[in-house]
């Protein structure tokens, strides 16, 4: 049955993409499905899912009804939540933001740890409705999550998001009790530009003797810098689904407030001065990387001639609030101990990595979880039944009792 049903999905995907395809006039875009994973047809599946759904959206955008990515948020908004009768949802708005908060009915003696969950979507996607299908729904019932819903791009470019997460998150930190929870076993964790964020956050909060420490970061495949462009990760996995070099860079300019014209300088480094690249190597250079992530046959690091013009147009993503990697030592130093997730087939594999290797250099205590058949936004797909991947799974089990053990 399970065949049969693929097989359908399939030849109904493919036909729905290519007439949405034809209608738009643009071509399939080329994209790799790497040996090593399993599930190859269920991931082609969720390939031309995505695809549709972006281009649905897209013919939307030409007709002036709404955004691309706004219609895509649309669509996750109406994901609904599973019914839980062990915990009280409760939609609440910390100011402006939205925030979704769950508590355990269970009558507790003591206080229960706290999550603040922070979602991916590239600064573009990702709803409170399809946050609640992750993370947050193991073990709800010695856990208080609360997940933030911040502006996104193309509306609302940096540093809207990141002010949204950092107010919200100082907001929770004050009134910990009242919801509670354990002013001593509060968890960041987010996933993709969610888990930048929670680097991004755990960085700022660092000597602030006024709130509630965090005791420790989780940061599942995060995207921590747009700099280097050249790693070994985005050289191997620019074509796999479901972050395509392509559509990072598409991300990164709307957030950034960038013109797509310059992706190109971008991703060649020719918007790098060499006295910033000089000084940031030691933590941005793939010579960091453990020698079984570097390929033997990998082009060096070589940036391109210095573009001036290029720097003025793109110079915003060289700030640490953009790139939580380049944080000075005297900060990293201090930041709590981790939990990083990377997954063998993710463009932004790499940047677990050095991140990996700046906190331990620094002396920081650091869990790393490395999932060998594992993909960019695959937490997305935990608990989806028929579209479930035994990667997403593992990652949930191996974030909950590191947690649970803290």
């Known amino acids: 049955m399970v065949p049969l049903l693929e097989t359908l999905l399939v030849a109904a995907s493919i036909l729905s993409l290519g007439v949405s395809l034809w209608i738009l006039r643009e071509p399939l875009l080329a994209f790799d499905i790497p040996p090593a994973m399993r599930h190859p047809r269920r991931f082609w599946i969720l390939h031309c899912l995505m695809q549709l759904t972006f281009t649905w959206g897209y013919i939307l955008e030409k007709l002036g009804i709404c955004s691309m990515p706004r219609f895509v948020r649309f669509l996750q908004d109406r994901l609904t939540i599973k019914n839980n009768r062990e915990v009280v949802v409760t939609d609440l708005r910390f100011g402006t933001i939205p925030v979704r908060l769950f508590q355990p009915k269970a009558v507790s003696s003591s206080l229960r740890r706290g999550i603040l ?30 997940l933030l819903r911040y502006r996104k791009a193309p509306e609302h470019h940096y540093p809207v998001a990141v002010t949204d997460c950092i107010n919200a998150s100082i907001h929770f930190l004050k009134t910990l009790e009242a919801y509670g929870v354990d002013p001593s076993r509060v968890v960041a964790c987010g996933e993709s530009f969610g888990g930048g964020a929670v680097a991004l956050i755990t960085q700022i909060l660092v000597g602030r003797t006024d709130l509630p420490q965090i005791r420790a970061q989780v940061l599942i495949y995060p995207v921590m810098q747009a700099i280097n462009l050249q790693l070994p990760s985005f050289q191997q996995n620019q074509n796999v689904p479901f972050l395509s070099l392509q559509f990072m860079m598409t991300c990164v300019c709307s957030y950034l407030a960038i013109d797509l014209s310059w992706k190109d300088a971008m991703m060649k480094g020719a918007c790098i001065p060499r006295d910033f690249w000089k000084k940031h190597r030691k933590w941005l250079s793939s010579d960091n990387l453990p020698k079984r992530f570097r390929s033997k046959d990998q082009p060096p690091e070589t940036l391109a001639p210095f573009n001036e013009d290029a720097y003025l147009e793109t110079k915003q993503m060289l700030d640490v609030d953009n790139a939580p990697l380049i944080a000075e030592d005297k900060i990293i130093a201090q930041l709590p101990e981790a939990f990083l997730v990377s997954c063998e087939v993710d463009m932004v594999r790499d940047d677990s990595l050095l991140y990996k290797k700046r906190l331990e250099d620094q002396g920081v205590r650091v869990t790393w979880y490395h999932v060998e058949d594992g993909f960019h936004g695959c937490l997305f797909l935990f608990d989806n039944m028929f579209l479930s991947f035994p990667c997403s799974l593992n990652i949930v089990n191996a974030v909950v009792n590191y947690i649970k053990g803290l």
Not at 134 to 146: C, F, G, I, N, S
Request: net charge positive; hydrophobic share 35%; charged share 15%.
């Open 117 to 146: 969950f922070y979602h991916g979507g590239g600064s573009l996607l990702g709803s409170l409705a399809s946050s609640d299908t992750r993370v947050t729904r193991a073990h709800r019932r010695v856990l208080v999550p609360l």
